[in-house]
Nanobody, 123 residues
C-alpha cells in the first residue's frame, strides 16, 4: 500500500510563496506519472502541475510561470514551489501517483492519492 503525505500548506498573503512537499512511502508504478491537483470549496478537482508519462512537466494555464513541479527520487518526494500566490489559488492541494498506458497517458483516477494540504491566500 502506497502512502502519500502532503505538507507545506498554510496561510499567506497575496504575492507570497509556499513550497508543498509530498512524501511517498514508495513508487507504486513504473510510470513517471506524479502530480499536484487542487480542489477549491464547491468546485471540482483540477490539475495544477504534473509530470507526464514521458517525464515532462505540464502545468495548468492559471499557474504556468508561477508554480514549479520537481521531484527528488532519492527520497521519494515530490515538490510544488508556488510563487506569486493569488486568492484564487486557495484550495486543498493533493498529490498523486498514477499508472500509465500507451496512448492514454497517466491514469490519475486509478492511482494513489494523498489526503491533501490546505493553502489559503488572502488579499
Amino acid at each position: 500500500q502506497v502512502q502519500l503525505v502532503e505538507s507545506g500548506g498554510g496561510s499567506v498573503q497575496s504575492g507570497g510563496s509556499l513550497r508543498l512537499s509530498c512524501a511517498a512511502s514508495t513508487y507504486a508504478y513504473s510510470s513517471r506519472c506524479m502530480g499536484w491537483f487542487r480542489q477549491a470549496a464547491g468546485q471540482e478537482r483540477e490539475v495544477v502541475a504534473v509530470i507526464e508519462s514521458d517525464g515532462r512537466p505540464s502545468y495548468a494555464g492559471s499557474v504556468r510561470g508561477r508554480f514549479t513541479i520537481s521531484q527528488d527520487n532519492a527520497i521519494n518526494t515530490l515538490y510544488l514551489q508556488m510563487n506569486s500566490l493569488q486568492p484564487e489559488d486557495t484550495a486543498m492541494y493533493y498529490c498523486a501517483q498514477a499508472p500509465s498506458m500507451i496512448r492514454a497517458g497517466c491514469l490519475w483516477d486509478s492511482g494513489y492519492w494523498g489526503k491533501g494540504t490546505q493553502v489559503t491566500v488572502s488579499s
